[in-house]
């Protein structure tokens, strides 16, 4: 079966610093991987995916991302972090066929950007 | 475009009460899927559709039924509601069929159960 982890339920770096929120994965198969971020009281919203092709993957607002096969993971990036980063961050892969397009999720990791 | 909007935002039942959440969609995507979120477990798949009369169990079903009898709605009902469904409720929905697309997600809907 298809799983995310996510080992940091928490993140905090200061406002202009690089962030990490790291994503590891389990599949079989070629791996299509998704991260989301949610502000709070609003719903999930998409930031980046890696289907196939280039390791370094650049989405929303900043964001980048690394796949590594070697290492199974799927890192997500930003050379300097803002205040406004701030929100709970998900990890996910795609489980089954293109026929149902299901995502599993990770248990999420809180970023926090300090002034 | 409203894009995926959920009704109601917030609701407060009583154990045993029944109740259907709305799920509306104005981007013509085929498929739809209802999620829960719960603190440190992330999002959990509860049933899905991918295609206007259909549905399909997720991993987390019990306790919910879904119909799908419009393209752009998808409804999920609880007919006891019970304490551990208490969670903030999800709505996503996905222009499916390549497995390279993302979903795309409603605002959520806050359920207490007392």
């Known amino acids: 079966a298809q799983s995310v982890a996510q080992p940091e339920d928490q993140v905090n770096v200061a406002e202009g610093n690089p962030l990490t929120v790291k994503c590891t994965y389990s599949?079989?198969?070629?791996?299509?991987l998704f991260w989301y971020v949610q502000y709070p009281n609003r719903g999930l919203q998409f930031l980046l995916k890696y289907i196939t092709g280039d390791n370094l993957v650049k989405g929303s607002y900043g964001f980048e991302a690394e796949f590594n096969k070697s290492q199974t993971s799927f890192h997500l990036k930003k050379p300097s972090a803002l205040v406004s980063d701030s929100a709970l961050y998900f990890c996910?892969?795609?489980?089954?066929?293109?026929?149902?397009?299901?995502?599993?999720f990770g248990t999420g990791t809180r970023l926090q950007v300090f002034p | 475009n409203a894009g995926v909007t959920q009704t109601p935002k917030f609701r407060v039942l009583k154990t045993g009460q029944s109740m259907t959440l709305l799920c509306a969609q104005d981007?013509?995507?085929?498929?739809m899927y209802w999620y829960r979120q719960d603190p440190g477990m992330g999002l959990r798949l509860i049933h899905y559709?991918?295609?206007?009369?259909?549905?399909a169990k997720g991993e987390v079903p019990d306790g919910y039924n879904v119909s799908r009898l419009k393209k752009q709605n998808f409804l999920l009902g609880l007919e006891s509601a019970a304490p551990s469904q208490t969670s903030v409720y999800f709505c996503a929905t996905l222009n499916g069929g390549t497995g390279n697309n993302e979903q795309f997600f409603g605002p959520g809907t806050r359920l207490t159960v007392l």
């Open positions: 559709s991918v295609g206007e009369g259909t549905t």
């Open positions: 599949v079989s198969g070629n791996p299509y």
């Open positions: 981007m013509n995507h085929e498929y």
């Open positions: 996910a892969v795609r489980e089954g066929s293109y026929n149902t397009d299901k995502l599993i």
